[in-house]
């Protein structure tokens, strides 16, 4: 089993940025690739980014034009979002997710999720 824990989440101006963190415990961190979803209220869940075990490979959604990064430390099983130039349609739950192998863009993919943190995006 893998434990994933959201942090970094909250309430932000439009134009500003967030990072938030997902802690992972329970397995060996380095052997998972990490996603990063969003679910906003009546829509469905939204592939972000996602990053291979070594960090050497990342994936983005279409939608975020270069506004959010994804990074990892695996010396910290932590994986980072830094979101830049937010805007209030990015107000959502934001999770992140664990899976082995690949990093792939479908969330049935992942087999490990956190609880998320909420993001607001205030204009």
């Known amino acids: 089993q893998v434990q994933l824990v959201e942090s970094g989440g909250g309430l932000v101006q439009a134009g500003g940025s967030l990072r938030l963190s997902c802690t992972a415990s329970?397995?060996?961190?380095?052997?998972?690739?990490m996603a990063w979803f969003r679910q906003a209220p009546g829509k469905e869940r939204e592939f972000l980014a996602a990053i291979s075990w070594s960090g050497g490979n990342t994936h983005y959604g279409d939608s975020l034009k270069g506004r959010f990064t994804i990074s990892r430390d695996n010396t910290e099983n932590t994986v980072y979002l830094q979101m830049n130039s937010l805007k209030p349609e990015d107000t959502a739950v934001y999770y992140c997710?664990?899976?082995?192998?690949?990093?792939?863009?479908?969330?049935?993919?992942?087999?490990?999720w956190g609880q998320g943190t909420q993001v607001t995006v205030a204009s």
């Open positions: 329970g397995r060996t961190f380095s052997n998972y690739a």
């Open positions: 997710a664990a899976k082995l192998g690949f990093p792939l863009t479908m969330s049935d993919s992942y087999d490990y």
